[in-house]
């Protein structure tokens, strides 16, 4: 018979798991594996909450194994260290994000591109080699393999540095890739919310003009006072829309839910590039007159690899660049995923583990 997830390691663990599609996380026991001789051990400080595990709590993508204890925007300290482990000494501030394994030998994982691997793993819902299940970062401690663990700029604060590990790389990785860097260009992002807020940031930091295109016009004065946008664009105001046409170089597309993509693809100029990020659970339906007639492009990204992720960290680091967050105890975690739903976040729930995660 299997062990129960509390039995199958030597090392017990604490979190919080959705154990149904209702997606309502509650108290959950596990363990974890012992520290092998390439792996840190890691008690988490901080979690930021992503979209992707709401989606993921509420099984909207259909894969969704339970228990699941979600999380992959980890931040904690080393305390132990196997005997092969040369990054890492115990006591330093590391951070996990989206994998914690690939196969090490294929074309991405030789070019630093774990992230396309065909034998990726991800934090959280997924299986490890030995065929045990992954928990995530709603939870008190992880193991992870060092060449998937990212050092932790000493000047980034671990709680709003955290939504970095993915919100951050995921929004970075296709700008540099697509060649969304030129200063002066003009960038749109798609959603305000947290991969949308942190492509605001970066975009400035890259010397972009950057506007807003949000369905939620109570966010129009952070956007720009704040986050330091130009503009702001509602979505849902055809005059406006109208008015903006033909003038970005670049759309980032964080949206969530399902969306048009007319509109984005008309906001572009000629030759411009709509790059979507957003996981909706339904397939968007992709308008082929605007793509032809404007030679546009539509392109997609998955996260980063861990080289990318690292220097992503510190260019934020070196920009002063963090998340905009609201910070909350693990047992307002649910509460938490209610407004995440509702776009009610400004701008990425971080759970204060260490401070609130008590058996
Ligand atoms: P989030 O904080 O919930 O932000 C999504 C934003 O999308 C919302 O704030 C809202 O912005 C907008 N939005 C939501 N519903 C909408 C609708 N029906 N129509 C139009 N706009 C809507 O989510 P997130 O954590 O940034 O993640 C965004 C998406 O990216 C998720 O699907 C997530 O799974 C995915 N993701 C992908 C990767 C990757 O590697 N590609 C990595 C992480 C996350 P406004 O209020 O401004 O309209
Ligand atoms: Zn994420």
Same mark, same amino acid.
């Given at each position: 018979m299997a062990k129960s997830p509390e039995e199958e390691h030597p090392h017990k663990a604490f979190g919080w798991a959705a154990r =149904?599609?209702?997606?309502v996380l509650s108290p959950f026991h596990f363990s974890r594996r012992e520290t092998g001789d390439d792996d840190v051990t890691i008690k988490i400080l901080y979690c930021g909450v992503c979209h992707s595990d709401l989606h993921t709590v509420k099984n909207e993508w259909g894969f969704t194994g339970y228990p699941v204890v979600p999380g992959h925007e980890i931040v904690g300290t080393v305390t132990k260290a196997g005997k !092969?482990? #040369? #990054?890492f000494k115990v006591g330093e501030r590391v951070g996990v994000g989206v994998l914690v394994g690939s196969c090490k030998t294929c074309e991405s994982c030789q070019q630093d591109l774990e992230n396309y691997c065909p034998q990726l793993i991800f934090t959280y819902n997924s299986h490890s080699q030995d065929g045990t299940r992954n928990y995530g970062g709603y939870s008190d401690t992880v193991v992870v393999d060092e060449r998937y663990v990212l050092r932790f700029p000493d000047n980034l604060p671990s709680d709003s540095g955290a939504p970095l590990l993915c919100a951050g790389i995921t929004v970075y990785s296709p700008m540099k890739y697509y060649g969304m860097t030129e200063p002066g260009k003009h960038l749109g992002v798609a959603g305000l919310g947290g991969l949308g807020h942190v492509a605001v940031k970066i975009g400035k930091a890259f010397g972009l003009k950057v506007t807003v295109i949000s369905t939620?016009? !109570?966010k129009e004065d952070e956007a720009i006072n704040r986050l330091g946008a130009d503009s702001f664009l509602v979505s849902t105001d055809p005059a406006k829309l109208k008015a903006a046409?033909?003038?970005? =170089?670049y759309i980032i597309d964080t949206v969530s839910a399902v969306h048009p993509l007319f509109p984005l693809l008309g906001l572009l100029k000629v030759n411009g590039k709509l790059i979507t990020l957003g996981l909706p659970e339904k397939p968007l339906e992709l308008p082929i007159f605007p793509l032809v007639l404007g030679r546009k492009l539509v392109g997609g990204s998955d996260v980063g690899g861990i080289k990318e992720t690292q220097e992503m960290l510190d260019f934020c680091a070196k920009h002063g660049i963090t998340s905009d967050i609201e910070l909350i105890k693990m047992e307002d975690i649910n509460t938490a995923m209610e407004r995440l739903a509702k776009s009610d976040v400004k701008y990425r729930f971080v759970i204060d583990v260490a401070n609130s995660l008590s058996q």
């Amino acid at each position: 018979m299997a062990k129960s997830p509390e039995e199958e390691h030597p090392h017990k663990a604490f979190g919080w798991a959705a154990r =149904d599609s209702s997606g309502v996380l509650s108290p959950f026991h596990f363990s974890r594996r012992e520290t092998g001789d390439d792996d840190v051990t890691i008690k988490i400080l901080y979690c930021g909450v992503c979209h992707s595990d709401l989606h993921t709590v509420k099984n909207e993508w259909g894969f969704t194994g339970y228990p699941v204890v979600p999380g992959h925007e980890i931040v904690g300290t080393v305390t132990k260290a196997g005997k !092969n482990v #040369k #990054k890492f000494k115990v006591g330093e501030r590391v951070g996990v994000g989206v994998l914690v394994g690939s196969c090490k030998t294929c074309e991405s994982c030789q070019q630093d591109l774990e992230n396309y691997c065909p034998q990726l793993i991800f934090t959280y819902n997924s299986h490890s080699q030995d065929g045990t299940r992954n928990y995530g970062g709603y939870s008190d401690t992880v193991v992870v393999d060092e060449r998937y663990v990212l050092r932790f700029p000493d000047n980034l604060p671990s709680d709003s540095g955290a939504p970095l590990l993915c919100a951050g790389i995921t929004v970075y990785s296709p700008m540099k890739y697509y060649g969304m860097t030129e200063p002066g260009k003009h960038l749109g992002v798609a959603g305000l919310g947290g991969l949308g807020h942190v492509a605001v940031k970066i975009g400035k930091a890259f010397g972009l003009k950057v506007t807003v295109i949000s369905t939620s016009p !109570n966010k129009e004065d952070e956007a720009i006072n704040r986050l330091g946008a130009d503009s702001f664009l509602v979505s849902t105001d055809p005059a406006k829309l109208k008015a903006a046409m033909g003038t970005l =170089d670049y759309i980032i597309d964080t949206v969530s839910a399902v969306h048009p993509l007319f509109p984005l693809l008309g906001l572009l100029k000629v030759n411009g590039k709509l790059i979507t990020l957003g996981l909706p659970e339904k397939p968007l339906e992709l308008p082929i007159f605007p793509l032809v007639l404007g030679r546009k492009l539509v392109g997609g990204s998955d996260v980063g690899g861990i080289k990318e992720t690292q220097e992503m960290l510190d260019f934020c680091a070196k920009h002063g660049i963090t998340s905009d967050i609201e910070l909350i105890k693990m047992e307002d975690i649910n509460t938490a995923m209610e407004r995440l739903a509702k776009s009610d976040v400004k701008y990425r729930f971080v759970i204060d583990v260490a401070n609130s995660l008590s058996q």
